[in-house]
């Protein structure tokens, strides 16, 4: 059975950094990355990365945010630096496994002003 358990979520004023995680159970996955939802809004793509190492960000987050992903440990990074209050959401881990699709429960990211 696939889990995704996201961490490292929390509050944070503009301009500083966090790091979420999120360790992944089960078969391994071609992507692993990080979309978010904000109050009202769509879930967004954030970040993702293959298993070849080929990333894609959303443009409001290229060169601020970092994903990574250590293959043996199962685990997604998303080192998040000069955050910005309208980064404030609900982040959740994507995984995917050819057309399988899943999702983490979400770890809250607040940024104050």
């Known amino acids: 059975q696939v889990q995704l358990v996201e961490s490292g979520g929390g509050l944070v004023q503009a301009g500083e950094s966090l790091r979420l995680s999120c360790a992944a159970s089960g078969s391994s996955f071609g992507i692993i990355g990080w979309y978010r939802q904000a109050p009202g809004k769509q879930r967004e793509l954030v970040a993702t990365v293959t298993t070849a190492g080929s990333t894609n960000y959303a443009d409001s987050v290229k060169g601020r945010f970092i994903v990574s992903r250590d293959i043996v440990k199962k685990t997604v990074y998303l080192q998040m630096n000069s955050l910005k209050p309208e980064d404030t959401a609900v982040y959740y881990c994507?995984?995917?496994?050819?057309?399988?699709?899943?999702w983490g429960q979400g770890t809250q990211v607040t940024v104050s002003s």
């Open positions: 994507y995984a995917q496994r050819y057309t399988r699709v899943y």
